[in-house]
């Protein structure tokens, strides 16, 4: 994924960030730092194209959302939320949806019941109401769905922020090893995008960092690969 020059603001003139440039590659796992408010969340929607951008391009095998569509691009690079879905009833309900979904349906599908009992999830958790459920649940629920659909990128906002150290280490372990195959069989490695406050997680996961800070109320940021950062 290439992202050249990138800019978002609040409303038309409140830039957020600007002149944001950075290349990775599958299988690089980049770690979002950077203190509340700066823009970590809005980073990410901005590769979803979620939100509208103010300059910039981004692309992905040299293609940009306008080349593939809104909901190709949005299949491929999957923004995962902490919260529920507001709108459906029970997992199982919201899997359901996505399934039929005319994007998803040209791409193989996993199991996402068998992925989260990865991550200590068990099977009645699916067909619960929501509202039935621990923060920590959803959480595992919604990324056990969203590894279901196998995306090219995998955009984290921070994805363990609800669970325990041992809950923590099994999501860590599956996604600084996961694969994917596509239709034709070929296995591929997704980028992953993983926002955390946790230096010690940040350490365990990272081979590339992406920090926002703020100089001079300006936002500045730093990637680099993570064994050359001072
Ligand atoms: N929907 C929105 N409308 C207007 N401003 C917003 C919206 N969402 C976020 N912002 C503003 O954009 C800025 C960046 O917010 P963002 O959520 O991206 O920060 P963050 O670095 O992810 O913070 P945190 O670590 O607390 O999650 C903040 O000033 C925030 O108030």
Redesign the pocket.
Same mark, same amino acid.
């Given at each position: 994924m290439l992202v050249e020059n990138l800019c978002v603001a !609040?409303g038309a003139t409140d830039v +957020?960030f600007e002149h944001v440039s950075i290349e990775a590659k599958p299988g690089d796992l980049v770690v979002v730092r $950077?203190?509340? $408010? +700066? $823009? !970590? @969340? @809005? #980073?990410l929607k901005a590769l979803a194209h979620l939100i509208p951008l103010k300059h910039g391009k981004i692309t992905l095998n040299s293609q940009t959302f306008e080349d593939y569509g809104a909901a190709d691009w949005r299949t491929k690079v999957l923004y995962v939320p902490q919260r529920a879905p507001t709108m459906e009833i029970s997992p199982t309900s919201y899997f359901n949806r996505i399934k039929s979904f005319k994007s998803q349906k040209k791409r193989k599908i996993l199991d996402p019941v068998e992925i989260g009992k990865n991550f200590g999830l068990d099977e009645d958790i699916w067909t619960k109401n929501w509202s039935q459920l621990s923060g920590g649940e959803i959480q595992r629920v919604v990324l056990s769905i969203a590894l279901s659909t196998q995306p090219e990128v995998l955009l984290l906002d921070?994805p363990t922020s609800a669970l325990d150290p041992h809950s923590t280490e099994k999501v860590e372990n599956l996604l600084t090893k996961i694969e994917f195959n596509d239709n034709d069989g070929m296995i591929y490695k997704p980028l992953i995008f993983w +926002?955390t406050?946790d230096d010690l997680q940040e350490q365990r996961i990272a081979t590339h960092i992406l920090r #926002?800070e703020s100089v001079n109320n300006k936002t500045i940021y730093a990637y680099r690969a993570y064994h050359d950062f001072p």
């Amino acid at each position: 994924m290439l992202v050249e020059n990138l800019c978002v603001a !609040k409303g038309a003139t409140d830039v +957020i960030f600007e002149h944001v440039s950075i290349e990775a590659k599958p299988g690089d796992l980049v770690v979002v730092r $950077g203190p509340s $408010g +700066i $823009g !970590k @969340t @809005t #980073f990410l929607k901005a590769l979803a194209h979620l939100i509208p951008l103010k300059h910039g391009k981004i692309t992905l095998n040299s293609q940009t959302f306008e080349d593939y569509g809104a909901a190709d691009w949005r299949t491929k690079v999957l923004y995962v939320p902490q919260r529920a879905p507001t709108m459906e009833i029970s997992p199982t309900s919201y899997f359901n949806r996505i399934k039929s979904f005319k994007s998803q349906k040209k791409r193989k599908i996993l199991d996402p019941v068998e992925i989260g009992k990865n991550f200590g999830l068990d099977e009645d958790i699916w067909t619960k109401n929501w509202s039935q459920l621990s923060g920590g649940e959803i959480q595992r629920v919604v990324l056990s769905i969203a590894l279901s659909t196998q995306p090219e990128v995998l955009l984290l906002d921070e994805p363990t922020s609800a669970l325990d150290p041992h809950s923590t280490e099994k999501v860590e372990n599956l996604l600084t090893k996961i694969e994917f195959n596509d239709n034709d069989g070929m296995i591929y490695k997704p980028l992953i995008f993983w +926002i955390t406050h946790d230096d010690l997680q940040e350490q365990r996961i990272a081979t590339h960092i992406l920090r #926002f800070e703020s100089v001079n109320n300006k936002t500045i940021y730093a990637y680099r690969a993570y064994h050359d950062f001072p």
